[in-house]
Nanobody, 128 residues
Framework: QVQLVESGGGLVQPGGSLRLSCAASGRTFGNYIMGWFRQPPGKEREFVATIDRSGANTYYADSMKGRFTISRDNAKNTVHLQMNSLTFEDTAVYYC?????????????????????WGQGTQVTVSS
């Protein structure tokens, strides 16, 4: 099992940036595919980005491409989400998630039910 704790959320103005972090417990962090999801107010949880076990391959939701960057440091058991050019629509609770397994070919895991482990979330509010 793995336990996940997010940090780095907060209040930011439109056009600003934030860097979210997710710290994972355990000694097998490198065995997990990692993902970021978010849940805007009154809406369902949605996919943001995912990164494979090595960190070599990433995949983003269309609206995040070019603005968000997911990365991981397996030596430090952490995964990050750098968010730039934030808009009001990026306001949400952001969740880190982990899936034990391998990426299969070009398939990327983007569904909430594909991830077994979740953090408690961190609030990001974009407001002027």
């Amino acid at each position: 099992q793995v336990q996940l704790v997010e940090s780095g959320g907060g209040l930011v103005q439109p056009g600003g940036s934030l860097r979210l972090s997710c710290a994972a417990s355990g000694r097998t962090f490198g065995n997990y595919i990692m993902g970021w999801f978010r849940q805007p107010p009154g809406k369902e949880r949605e996919f943001v980005a995912t990164i494979d076990r090595s960190g070599a391959n990433t995949y983003y939701a269309d609206s995040m491409k070019g603005r968000f960057t997911i990365s991981r440091d397996n030596a430090k058991n952490t995964v990050h989400l750098q968010m730039n050019s934030l808009t009001f629509e990026d306001t949400a609770v952001y969740y880190c998630a982990a899936k034990n397994g391998w990426n299969s070919g070009s398939y990327y895991y983007t569904r909430t039910n594909e991830y077994a482990y979740w953090g408690q979330g961190t609030q990001v509010t974009v407001s002027s």
